[in-house]
């Protein structure tokens, strides 16, 4: 630890948490969605006694902000609004304007070419973990970093971790005293149907996944309504005990695997990691632990602390393998 971090006391904490849209409305109660619930719970309440001055969310995007006319691997937030999606929660994210802006410039001097945005829009892969692990889109200070992990060509898990550790190096310098890093998504799931990549995704949605809101033939609520819509049919077929497991795509071995690499103490295990094989063995929505392994690179690099697991169950009422991790608080280097 450096002196001046070690007088000011600078600390991290790192926590990271699945989610799923149908959370918002399961057609069924369950022990795991109990589980899911109190875990959520207990680890809002770690990061209120944490009380941090900066919240970095890794955070994916599920075509609400980000379409495949251009999808950057990474993007930085300098301003950013969160939308009323299938889960998700509208608000104004407040982002420290001259911290994102540094943190652009800090990424790119560090060699992972992260896009900037200044009118970030982000759906609900940020604002979930925000309202459910935070208390809040605007309780704290945010710097949304989006990255890219809902359809191939994949970043690579190395790129990833690359993004963690250059940004974890900025973050040591950039004056705040309490930071909280938060990965979102995975854990095994196969949401395939609900959003499908572009060449499976049909002729009706397909200029909205492409163009967004630049093109006239579907608007972006049109879509959000078929999502809500299509996740509410969802829930009922999870709801269902006639229906098998695995007609859902959950992974619980997958899930394993991963959490005890993720909690080793060296996410660069995590770099020979293929994405092809990821989404056969987990489904695609396993893909978002990319985010989990950036912000673990970030805390490791903070502070030297590994993920502890909080939680795993597969929670079939809203669809996805559930996983909870935390480390710290601990004091920056």
Known sequence: MSAAASAAGQQAMLVTA?????????AADSESLQQVHAGLAAAQA?????????????????????????????CVGVEAVALADVGGTAGTLPVPRDLAVGAVDHLRTAGVDTAVSYAMEVDHGFTQPLMRLVGGLDRYPVLPVFVSCIQPPFVPFARARALGAALGSYLATCGRQRILLVGTGGLGHNPRMLFPPIDEVGPEWKPYHLYGTTQQEVTRQAWIDYEIEAHKVAAMFLADPNVPDDAFGLHPGWDRAFLDAYCGGDMSVFDSWQPVQVVEDGGIGAMEVLSWV???????????????????????VIGVGFGITSAGPALIR
Do not use: K, N
């Open 46 to 74: 770690d990061i209120a006694a944490f009380d941090p001055d900066l919240v970095v969310v890794f955070g994916v995007d599920h075509y609400g902000g980000q379409h495949m006319r251009v999808m950057p691997s990474f």
């Open 18 to 26: 699945s989610h799923s849209p149908i959370i918002e409305f399961p």
């Open 294 to 316: 950036a912000a673990g690179e970030a805390m490791a690099v903070l502070t030297g602390e590994a993920p502890q697991e909080r939680l795993q169950t597969i929670c079939r």
